[in-house]
């Protein structure tokens, strides 16, 4: 009986100290792990389909559907270890570019597969770095890239811009409320000057006008230095506050107008021949959707997309997803006007008979 209390106290300072000893070594990290949680959140909802839960291959519902090359191994250490953080970040944040050019190929600095999609206009920085800090730990590695140190940088920087940006605001202000005042008082001077000048000499009246006038123009295009001052503070301003948005918040357009979508008949099929090459060779839809029995899983099939889908709603779709639907699977790509119209020209060609049987949907 005794035997058994002695043991329990010192199991319970056993317990006691290992926990203290945790809390002290681990000061920091559980910081570091709030972001992985939020990290493997945003995996599971953006990744996992075709990458796979714990990353390795065959694992993800859509690994088998997706054309070559296939999802590597996100788990195995030997390989995901010669990837620095900053060049698995630049791979799920890059613009897409035309994988038929052979420059875009030749970038040694460029991930050149287009059914990998872009993250860049779905996700705020922050977000992309807790992904790539949970893609760490697929291969027992952690993220080293200060993610916390370029937080408190962007956002001191804003900050110091913001300030100086009021500074030099104040400061034109009172430059040009002081100019205001020094014309005002000349004006007057002049005003009375002329009086004086009417009564001595009537034709001198028109000359003087003259003179005022053209003063007055020169005046108003040289800018005062205060002026000059703040057109360079605001610049900077407005660039230190996208990045510091670019890092706390997730990309948002302003909602997409309803195009005009009519195109000249000779130019039809032009555009539509340009549609399906950035479909497959730049933007890589047919890694999510497919047509046939070629393509992704993630998506809807889109082989009766020409007759299903209004081309004003693919238009608006393809160009801002999360705008019509805010946590959709589906990443804003980011294409610009031309190629969602040349896109949207393509889907509206697909127009496959009716299946016999229903297509499965995915799990
Ligand atoms: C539509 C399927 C798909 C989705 C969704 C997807 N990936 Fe990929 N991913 C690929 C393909 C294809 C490759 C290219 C083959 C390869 O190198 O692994 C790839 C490659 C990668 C690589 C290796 C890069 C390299 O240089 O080889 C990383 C890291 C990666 N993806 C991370 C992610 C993360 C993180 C997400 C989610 C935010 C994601 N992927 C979403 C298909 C996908
Ligand atoms: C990472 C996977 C992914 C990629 C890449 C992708 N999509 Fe999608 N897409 C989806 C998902 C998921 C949906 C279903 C939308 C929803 O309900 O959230 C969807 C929906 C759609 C729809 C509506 C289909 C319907 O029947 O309602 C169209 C059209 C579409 N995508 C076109 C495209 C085009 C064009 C591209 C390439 C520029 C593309 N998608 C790239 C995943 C993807």
């Not at 945003?42 to 714990?54: A, Q």
Request: overall charge negative.
């Amino acid at each position: 009986m005794k035997g058994e209390q002695g043991m329990q106290r010192v199991l319970s300072r056993v317990a006691v100290v290992v926990v203290a000893v945790f809390a002290v070594t681990s000061g920091c990290a559980l910081f570091e792990d709030e972001r992985t949680a939020k990290g493997r959140k945003l995996y599971r909802h953006y990744c996992m389909h075709c990458h796979g839960e714990s990353g390795q291959q065959q694992e993800g519902f859509n690994w088998e559907r997706m054309p070559d090359p296939r999802p590597r191994d996100l788990s195995e250490s030997e390989a995901m270890s010669t990837f620095s953080d900053e060049e698995i970040f630049n791979t799920i944040s890059r613009d897409m570019r035309d994988t038929t050019l052979q420059e875009v190929l030749d970038d040694e600095n460029y991930f050149a597969v287009s059914t990998m999609p872009t993250f860049k206009y779905t996700l705020s920085e922050e977000e992309l770095w807790a992904v790539v800090g949970y893609v760490r730990t697929l291969h027992g590695g952690s993220l080293t890239f200060d993610v916390e140190g370029r937080k408190a940088e962007l956002e001191s920087r804003f900050k110091a811009a913001e300030t100086a940006h009021d500074q030099a605001k104040q400061a034109m202000d009172e430059a040009l409320a002081k100019q205001e005042a020094e014309e005002a008082a000349r004006a007057e001077a002049e005003e009375e000057a002329e009086e004086e000048a009417e009564e001595d000499d009537e034709d001198m009246d028109m000359e003087d006008d003259e003179d005022a006038d053209l003063e007055e123009e020169d005046e108003e295009e040289i800018l005062l230095p205060e002026e000059e001052a703040y057109e360079k503070v605001a610049e900077q301003f407005e660039a230190a506050k996208a990045a510091w948005e670019n890092f706390s918040k997730r990309p948002r357009m302003t909602q997409i107008a309803r195009p005009d979508l009519t195109v000249e008949e000779t130019e039809k099929a032009v555009l539509e021949e340009k549609g399906k090459s950035l479909y497959f060779n730049k933007y890589g839809c047919n890694g999510c959707h497919s047509i046939g029995d070629v393509g992704g899983l993630v998506g809807p099939a889109l082989d009766r997309a020409g007759f299903r889908l209004n081309d004003t709603w693919v238009y608006r779709w393809v160009r801002y997803p999360q705008g019509m639907k805010k946590h959709t699977r589906m990443p804003n790509l980011g294409l610009d006007d031309p190629d969602a119209r040349a896109v949207t020209a393509y889907l509206d060609t697909l127009r496959a008979p009716k299946p016999d049987k229903p297509i499965p949907l995915p799990e």
